[in-house]
């Protein structure tokens, strides 16, 4: 019999509070204190974890899509498609830069950005129903 087990993305950056508090408002949950000082997680309101936010004090973040460094990661949110543009300044207004800026569009819209450490994301177009929701 297997053993139940949890997986959880860990995000490592140097100021792991204010970036588990941009995600926290970004995906509309909270933010708890986790195992350590530096380890932050971030539920949504069903109380299921999407990522955790650990201190890294020698971290650097990846120069994706630039080819400096190999992008090793990255998140991608899936968006509908009516709501992209108001993902997007949801995401801006909260600190995330823009990596690309080119108009997509459409039902392949996939809008690239950095989170306030650095780390990249995408939102990208669902065509018209969220992660989780029956077709």
Same mark, same amino acid.
């Given at each position: 019999?297997?053993?139940?087990?949890?997986?959880?993305?860990?995000?490592?950056?140097?100021?792991?509070?204010?970036?588990?508090?941009?995600?926290?408002?970004?995906?509309?949950?909270?933010?708890?204190?986790?195992?350590?000082?530096?380890?932050?997680?971030?539920?949504?309101?069903?109380?299921?974890?999407?990522?955790?936010?650990?201190? #890294?004090?020698?971290?650097?973040?990846?120069?994706?899509?630039?080819?400096? #460094?190999?992008?090793?990661?990255?998140?991608?949110?899936?968006?509908?498609?009516?709501?992209? #543009?108001?993902?997007?300044?949801?995401?801006?207004?909260?600190?995330?830069?823009?990596?690309?800026?080119?108009?997509?569009?459409?039902?392949?819209?996939?809008?690239?950005?950095?989170?306030?450490?650095?780390?990249?994301?995408?939102?990208?177009?669902?065509?018209?129903?969220?992660?989780?929701?029956?077709?």
């Amino acid at each position: 019999m297997a053993i139940a087990k949890t997986s959880v993305l860990v995000l490592d950056c140097a100021e792991p509070a204010g970036l588990a508090d941009f995600y926290a408002q970004f995906l509309g949950g909270e933010v708890r204190n986790g195992t350590s000082p530096d380890y932050f997680e971030v539920f949504d309101e069903g109380g299921t974890i999407h990522l955790a936010i650990r201190r #890294d004090r020698g971290g650097a973040p990846p120069s994706w899509p630039r080819p400096d #460094d190999s992008q090793q990661a990255h998140l991608h949110f899936l968006v509908p498609q009516d709501n992209m #543009d108001e993902a997007e300044r949801e995401a801006i207004s909260l600190g995330a830069r823009p990596l690309e800026t080119r108009d997509n569009g459409g039902p392949y819209d996939a809008r690239r950005y950095s989170d306030p450490a650095g780390h990249p994301f995408v939102l990208a177009a669902s065509e018209g129903h969220a992660l989780g929701q029956a077709n």
